[in-house]
């Protein structure tokens, strides 16, 4: 990951710049810059993963105009052969391209791109400035104004504090530009219905995805994968297994008392041949990192949290042990193909909806869980199953075939990667969700801690301090009080809580855990 800043008003009070954008250093260890436009600031923390020459270094700069970008461009090899006809570049950095690409085609470009990526530039020829993000949002960017209307943009909300009064979420698939948003791309379209018969769709999804992985193995840093034994990890390590001359680097986390998922993580490496770690955490661990945890995320939401434990303390023991840079993970399957919660869907529409409106909303929960747990710890993230035509393809199947009627979730993923893949006990096995796959002691011990701060007549007094996003339980109003410690007054950042549908038959909980619905079965154990 790398971390990017814009101030964009010629009055940007330079000190308070520096000193929010110091505070995401550890996204880009490797160098820092800041440029002057002229007309407002541009920051940029660098970890090196493509072009690791210091020639790659940005702010890039073209005839007065600037660029930071936070991102990885698939494909460009063939975008800057083009360009080059034109123009000179100085790096093998795939960002550099998109100056160039910018004054050949403006803000056409982003719907070109095949991308992650957040980036702020500044156009010389107008003197204003444009910002934009990937159609997922698996980038993060923010913003806010000032007082005097000027608006700044930056990585993470945690730079913006105390230069805005109001910090939000730069939408997915928009740009910025001339004051407004303006929407390049909504996956969440569709404008033709795939009626494919079912070996079509499990065809076409085995390929999708398998192109998804590869393009995301290609780095000049190294290369490692986070395997919690479920379908979905395990599928991306398979596949990468299979690409790849040496054996991948896996690695695995579970509580030391109960860790459900291990087993099957190992199972999974002794299968690909991967060299395997595994993580052992303990309550003292999990309890003590809970409050840092939560500062780095920069929410309050349960499910994220709760996910985030074990997901943090697996990427920061891999910081301090190893010299990996890049780590491809699992997200972004559910939103696709369904949860356990998604077997209640009353009908193939109203799971299309919830697909949709997931899928509007994942950078506020998953995506930004592994964003911020990984990057935090100078690590970058990639996610095959955000690809965009992988989405794309997957958005546009009849609901009616992605309803769980055979019996197992995700079953056309699953029936996609039969044969030598994984074994059949992995690829047919239940759903754990991650935050009980480490173990289910784990959540236990975040819900008991949580009550121990508050009787009941303090928790019912306490949350009604809350108007948006009211917490419902002990564990939820802990979180947020410690939330409103370091983002107070941010709560909006977050739409809601992440939970299952309550207006669905069966879904109507309070705790997000798949482990509440009557359909959970023989999930995690």
């Known amino acids: 990951m790398c971390s990017i800043m814009g101030y964009c008003s010629p009055r940007a009070d330079r000190r308070a710049f520096e000193e929010g954008f110091s505070r995401t250093v550890t996204r880009g260890p490797d160098d820092s810059r800041i440029v002057d436009t002229g007309a407002g600031l541009l920051g940029f923390h660098r970890l090196a993963i493509m072009g690791l020459h210091p020639e790659g270094m940005q702010p890039f700069g073209l005839n007065g105009s600037f660029l930071v970008c936070n991102g990885e461009i698939y494909g460009f090899e063939k975008l800057k052969q083009k360009l080059s006809e034109k123009y000179t570049f100085v790096s093998q950095s795939d960002c550099e391209i998109l100056l160039p690409l910018y004054q050949e085609h403006g803000v056409e470009m982003f719907s070109m791109l095949d991308a992650e990526f957040a980036l702020i530039l500044?156009?010389?020829?107008?003197?204003?400035?444009?910002?934009?993000r990937d159609p997922i949002g698996i980038r993060p960017l923010y913003y806010g104004y000032d007082k005097e209307g000027s608006i700044l943009f930056a990585s993470e909300p945690k730079n913006l504090l105390d230069l805005t009064d109001k910090i939000m979420p730069f939408p997915p698939g928009h740009y910025f530009k001339d004051g407004q948003f303006v929407c390049y791309c909504d996956?969440?379209?569709?404008e033709n219905i795939c009626h494919d018969d079912l070996d079509t769709i499990c065809s076409n999804i085995r390929e999708k995805l398998i192109a998804g992985v590869e393009k995301r193995l290609v780095a000049d840093a190294k290369v490692g994968f986070l395997l919690s034994g479920g379908l979905d990890s395990s599928l991306v390590c398979s596949i990468a297994a299979k690409r790849s001359k040496t054996p991948i680097k896996t690695f695995a986390i579970g509580m030391s008392e109960d860790a459900i998922d291990l087993k099957y993580a190992r199972e999974v490496a002794e299968h690909i041949g991967s060299d395997h770690t595994e993580v052992i955490i303990t309550k003292d661990s999990v309890l003590s990192a809970l409050e840092w945890v939560i500062m780095v995320l920069g929410t309050y939401d349960i499910t994220t949290i709760r996910a985030s434990m074990g997901m943090y303390l697996l990427?920061?023991?891999?910081?301090?042990?190893?010299?990996?840079?890049?780590?491809?993970?699992g997200e972004i399957s559910d939103e696709l193909f369904g949860y356990k919660y998604t077997d209640f869907a009353p009908s193939a529409e109203a799971f299309q909806k919830e697909a949709e409106k997931r899928l509007r909303e994942l950078h506020m929960y998953?995506?930004?869980?592994?964003?911020r747990c990984i990057s935090v710890n100078s690590l970058e993230a990639r996610v095959p199953f955000g690809d965009l035509d992988f989405v794309k393809y997957v958005m546009s199947i009849d609901p009616e075939k992605k309803l769980n009627k055979y019996g197992k979730g995700k079953y056309l993923l699953r029936r996609a990667f039969e044969g030598e893949y994984l074994p059949e006990s992995i690829l047919y096995r239940e759903k754990a969700a991650f935050s009980d796959a480490v173990g289910h002691s784990m959540v236990d011990y975040l819900k008991e801690f949580a009550a121990s701060h508050y009787t009941d007549e303090e928790f019912e007094h306490r949350r009604c301090a809350y108007n948006h996003a009211r917490p419902f339980t002990k564990e939820s109003l802990f979180y947020r009080e410690i939330f409103e410690k370091y983002y107070p007054g941010q709560s909006e950042m977050v739409i809601d809580f992440w939970m299952p549908n309550k207006s669905w038959d069966g879904c109507d909980v309070n705790d997000p855990s798949a482990r509440v619905l009557s359909n959970y079965g023989d999930s995690g154990k």
């Open 315 to 329: 990427c920061e023991a891999i910081h301090k042990n190893t010299d990996i840079r890049v780590l491809l993970t």
């Open 187 to 190: 996956l969440t379209k569709v």
């Open 366 to 371: 998953d995506v930004l869980r592994a964003d």
């Open 122 to 132: 500044y156009d010389a020829e107008t003197g204003g400035f444009v910002a934009a």
